[in-house]
C-alpha cells in the first residue's frame, strides 16, 4: 500500500514588476499565502472520476461522498496512517476510493462508516487501484497542502 510517497509540488507568485515599499512586501506576502491556502475548494467527484479512469497519477483531487469503510491505523515507512473508503458517485457512476492520511503529520479525523467527508489530496495507483493520499500539511512545504472534512470540521 502506498503511505504518501513525497513528490515535490511548488507553489510560486510571481515578483512585482516595480519596486514595493514594506507596506507592499506585507501584501505580495499576503498574496502569496492566500494563494496556496487550505481554503477548501469545491469537490468536484467527475473530474476525480475522469481522472481515475485515464490514470492521471499526481492529480490534485477534492472529492464528497460517504465512508463505506473505516480500516485500522497503519504503520508505514513515513508514520501512521488513517485509512477509509469514500464512495465517489457522479453521473450514474459510482467508485470506491482509497484514502491513507499520514496522521503523524496531520489530524486524526473521528470517522465512522456513514460519515459524508470531503477529501483534498493527491491522486496516485498502487496494485490495488487508486488512491487518494497527501492528504494533510506537507512539514517539508514542497506539497500542495490537502484535509479530510468531516461534520464540518477540517482536518489537516
Not at 465512522?112 to 496494485?127: I, M, N, P, S, Y
Request: glycine share 10%.
Amino acid at each position: 500500500m502506498n503511505d504518501n510517497s513525497e513528490h515535490p509540488v511548488e507553489c510560486t507568485v510571481q515578483k512585482p514588476q516595480r519596486p514595493v515599499g514594506r507596506v507592499g512586501v506585507a501584501a505580495v506576502i499576503a498574496v502569496t499565502l492566500a494563494a496556496c491556502s487550505l481554503a477548501p475548494p469545491t469537490p468536484d467527484n467527475q473530474r476525480a472520476l475522469d481522472d481515475i479512469a485515464a490514470r492521471r497519477g499526481g492529480a490534485e483531487e477534492v472529492v464528497t461522498g460517504a465512508v463505506l469503510r473505516v480500516l485500522p491505523l497503519h504503520q508505514g515507512p513515513s508514520g501512521v496512517h488513517e485509512r477509509f473508503i469514500v464512495a465517489v458517485r457522479a453521473g450514474g457512476t459510482s467508485l470506491p476510493l482509497y484514502v491513507t492520511d499520514n496522521v503523524s503529520v496531520g489530524q486524526l479525523a473521528p470517522l465512522r462508516a456513514g460519515d459524508q467527508v470531503t477529501v483534498k489530496g493527491e491522486l496516485a495507483f498502487d496494485d490495488l487501484g487508486p488512491l487518494l493520499h497527501w492528504t494533510h500539511r506537507d512539514p517539508r512545504m514542497r506539497h500542495i497542502p490537502g484535509f479530510v472534512m468531516v461534520g464540518g470540521h477540517i482536518y489537516e
